[in-house]
T-cell receptor
Framework: QKEVEQNSGPLSVPEGAIASLNCTYS??????FFWYRQYSGKSPELIMF??SNGDKEDGRFTAQLNKASQYVSLLIRDSQPSDSATYLC?????????WGAGTKLIIKP | DVKVTQSSRYLVKRTGEKVFLECVQD?????MFWYRQDPGLGLRLIYF???????EKGDIPEGYSVSREKKERFSLILESASTNQTSMYLC?????????????FGPGTRLTVL
């Protein structure tokens, strides 16, 4: 059974600080990695995807991928209260997405 | 903008009833998915479809069936609802090779089976 693991949290971060979210996966053959954000009572929406080892930056968000260690992370710089949400990591495996259970992030003003 | 709509936001049914959940997408996507989301368990794939009249089982297909008669519409059927099917049901669609591209989600249907 392919797995994606995330710390459920909640992760509490002061406003303006860097939030660091981590995800590990079991399938060494995984090629695509996604971070989705889900506000309470809403459906998931894509923040970023990454395919290659290293960092990918988009505004305040940076995705980091390390295939050798089988982890992917999401950094949120200058955290805002509007970033408070559950962040879902999803990893491709045999043309399906395997989802982590999500990390709840709370940004404290 | 991609739009995925689901027939109901909230649904309450009784044990043994047949339940239909409908999903419609307006972006001509090849792939459509049905998930259920439960606290602490994340999203679990029930069924997906990569073409009209085609369907593939996901991780938890037992107790469910699906229908895709038109490209834009993907229906989830609970043949005989049970209390352990109380959950949030999310429909999603994507283009290209299934599982490799962004999935767009509908607003979800919260189903309660009494």
């Amino acid at each position: 059974q392919k797995e994606v693991e995330q710390n459920s949290g909640p992760l509490s971060v002061p406003e303006g600080a860097i939030a660091s979210l981590n995800c590990t996966y079991s399938d060494r053959g995984s090629q695509s990695f996604f971070w989705y954000r889900q506000y309470s009572g809403k459906s998931p929406e894509l923040i970023m995807f990454i395919y290659s080892n290293g960092d990918k930056e988009d505004g305040r968000f940076t995705a980091q991928l390390n295939k050798a260690s089988q982890y992917v992370s999401l950094l949120i710089r200058d955290s805002q209260p509007s970033d408070s949400a559950t962040y879902l990591c999803a990893v491709t495996s045999n043309y399906q997405l395997i989802w982590g259970a999500g990390t709840k992030l709370i940004i404290k003003p | 903008d991609v739009k995925v709509t689901q027939s109901s936001r909230y649904l309450v049914k009784r044990t043994g009833e047949k339940v239909f959940l409908e999903c419609v997408q307006d972006m001509d996507h090849e792939n459509m998915f049905w998930y259920r989301q439960d606290p602490g368990l994340g999203l679990r794939l029930i069924y997906f479809s990569y073409d009209v009249k085609m369907k593939e089982k996901g991780d938890i297909p037992e107790g469910y069936s699906v229908s895709r008669e038109k490209k834009e519409r993907f229906s989830l059927i609970l043949e005989s609802a049970s209390t352990n099917q109380t959950s949030m049901y999310l429909c999603a669609s994507s283009q290209g090779l299934a599982g490799t591209n962004e999935q767009f989600f509908g607003p979800g249907t919260r189903l309660t089976v009494l």
